[in-house]
């Protein structure tokens, strides 16, 4: 049997992870963790829940760039209310696998948020770090509310105390790429999420 287990994880009764597809990017992945069919699935369901949360009160749905962009684009879609778009752009990865720990901010978002319901859409929530600093920070502006939707929550790398409202999947302790999601800038076009290859970053 395999899985990661942590309590009862939707994922842990999941069949074994399937190979990747003997495509060119897929000879860099391990396995699949979520296949397009699964994330599609999920960002349906997500949308509907957000579409009852949020009805009637025009949220500003922000992606944090640049990993949310296919999950932004088919989670808004997924919505069947009146919402705005925005981006943000922090950085607290350098090139590799690894967090520098330092959060440096890119790009502010384009208008203020004073009495707004904000939805911060993130690809990946791993320490925390990220979201903890950008909801710290647009909480000065004085929002009606700020929740996080994530696609994976990689619980075992927390380090910060984050409320994750609205979580897609649980997401196993490796180094994951694909929907956005990238390793040294690459891998982001691919339809899956899935485990890249060790032998891709060995000497890292
Ligand atoms: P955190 O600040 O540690 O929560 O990291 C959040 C950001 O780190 C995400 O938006 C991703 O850009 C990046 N990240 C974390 N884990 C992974 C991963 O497994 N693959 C690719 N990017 C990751």
């Not at 942590?6 to 842990?12: I, L, T, V």
């Not at 990865?93 to 904000?118: C, H, M, N, W």
Request: charged share 25%; with cysteine; hydrophobic share 40%.
């Amino acid at each position: 049997m395999r899985g990661f287990d942590r309590g009862a994880r939707s994922w842990y009764a999941r069949p074994a992870m399937s190979p990747p597809p003997d495509t060119l990017l897929g000879s860099s992945i391990k396995e699949v963790l979520f296949t397009a069919e699964d994330i599609a699935a999920k960002v349906q369901e997500l949308g509907r829940g957000l579409t009852e949360h949020y009805r009637g009160r025009r949220p500003l749905v922000v992606g944090i760039l640049t990993g949310c962009f296919p999950f932004i684009a088919d989670l808004v879609r997924a919505m069947d209310i009146e919402l705005e778009v925005d981006f943000m752009s922090v950085s607290s990865y350098g090139a590799g696998t690894k967090s520098s720990g330092v959060v440096r901010f890119l790009k502010d978002l384009d208008q203020p948020i004073e009495g707004r319901d904000v939805l911060l859409v993130e690809d990946i929530i791993d320490t925390g770090l990220t979201l903890k600093y950008l909801t710290e920070a647009l909480h000065t502006r004085k929002p009606a509310s700020i929740q996080i939707c994530a696609l994976l929550d990689k619980q075992a790398g927390r380090t910060q105390n984050v409320e994750v409202q609205w979580r897609g999947f649980d997401c196993p302790d490796a180094f994951v790429v694909g929907y956005g999601l990238d390793y040294s800038g690459a891998y982001r076009n691919l339809p899956y999420v899935g485990v890249l290859d060790p032998s891709v970053y060995k000497g890292e």
